[in-house]
């Protein structure tokens, strides 16, 4: 295994992130979809072409609320950690948060608020026990900064940055349950199914899961 300690570049911004496919696979055709944090719209556009779900969008930034809305998406601008709380409980078949665990200031509270909401919850976020994050830390004792860590330590939206194991944890504190998962690989591939956590901790750049509550993982 080579370790590098260079600084991996970025993904060009018109590539599409690798994570999205995953999610709209766990998707049901026709759902209710509440997308938290949708950024430009692109998973909401993607869940309407493909599954044909009834979405719906909160975001943050004006910019994106105004880039979904020039899209014909049904977005308003919300922030997760003070606005989750006015849904009503089971109001949507899915609640989606891409990417966005990280940013969040209070991510135990938003992710409960999610499984109260929805009846499931889709997570993705990139994993900080990948092995090139952990190469860049301990060979230059600096902050990494990978192709989805981009931001370096001072410019970072991310303030809550977890590894796959510490969020596999949260879920059991928070008695929900593990319907599916995937630990993508930095060329976006899964890593199967049936490996050890440990391996999904060190192999996966990236981590998507489906949530239900209720129950605890086997």
Request: proline content about 6%; glycine content about 10%.
């Amino acid at each position: 295994m080579n370790f590098t300690t260079a600084e991996e570049p970025a993904p060009p911004r018109d590539q599409p992130r690798l994570d999205l496919a995953v999610i709209a696979e766990m998707v049901a055709p026709g759902a209710r979809v509440l997308d938290v944090g949708c950024g430009d719209g692109s998973l909401l556009q993607l869940l309407a072409q493909k599954k044909g779900v009834d979405g719906r969008g909160v975001e943050l930034s004006q910019r994106g609320v105004n880039e979904c809305v020039a899209k014909g998406l049904s977005v308003i601008q919300g922030d997760a950690d003070t606005d989750l709380s006015d849904y009503p409980d089971d109001g949507f078949d899915y609640v989606i948060l891409s990417q966005t665990l990280q940013a969040t200031r209070r991510p135990r509270a938003a992710l409960a608020n999610m499984l109260r909401i929805g009846r499931r919850a889709i997570v993705s976020f990139p994993n900080f026990g990948y092995w090139r994050v952990r190469a860049q830390l301990a060979l230059t004792g600096r902050m990494p900064v990978t192709g989805h860590l981009a931001a370096h330590w001072h410019d970072t939206p991310n303030i809550h940055l977890c590894t796959i194991r510490d969020f596999v944890e949260l879920v059991d504190e928070l008695g929900a349950h593990i319907e599916r998962g995937a630990a993508l690989d930095r060329a976006g591939a899964p890593i199967r199914f049936n490996a050890p956590w440990w391996v999904w901790n060190l192999f996966g750049e990236q981590a998507v899961f489906l949530l239900e509550r209720g129950g605890k993982r086997t």
